[in-house]
């Protein structure tokens, strides 16, 4: 069974710092796309970062300039590094990612549990 284990989400204060994890475990083949998604409370799931298994990136606007996607594949890890934090910025961060497992030739799209960002003073 594949799935995704993500941490280092809590509290900070506005204008500070935090760094996410998000780690793949089970039988995995490949890992092509892996992202970062939040959701706030009352308000829709939305796109934060992703990126592909050749680093290419992309941002939601709202981040732009403040947020960095990055993996390391040899450890089937993805991070987000959050920098500038704001109180807009409080929400559940999913990691996702689409994984071939072991065996299979199709992608299967895996979520994790979901870790808590609070920005506030």
């Known amino acids: 069974q594949v799935q995704l284990v993500e941490s280092g989400g809590g509290l900070v204060q506005p204008g500070g710092s935090l760094r996410l994890s998000c780690v793949a475990s089970?039988?995995?083949?490949?890992?092509?796309?892996m992202g970062w998604y939040r959701q706030a409370p009352r308000k829709q799931r939305e796109l934060v970062a992703t990126?592909?298994?050749?680093?290419?990136?992309n941002y939601a606007d709202s981040v732009k300039g403040r947020f960095t996607i990055s993996r390391d594949n040899a450890k089937k890890t993805v991070y987000l590094q959050m920098n500038s934090l704001k109180p807009e910025d409080t929400a559940v961060y999913y990691c996702?990612?689409?994984?071939?497992?072991?065996?299979?030739?199709?992608?299967?799209?895996?979520w994790g549990q979901g870790t808590q960002v609070t920005v506030s003073s």
């Open positions: 990126i592909t298994s050749g680093a290419e990136t």
């Open positions: 996702n990612a689409h994984i071939v497992p072991l065996g299979s030739a199709r992608w299967s799209n895996v």
């Open positions: 089970g039988s995995i083949s490949r890992i092509n796309l």
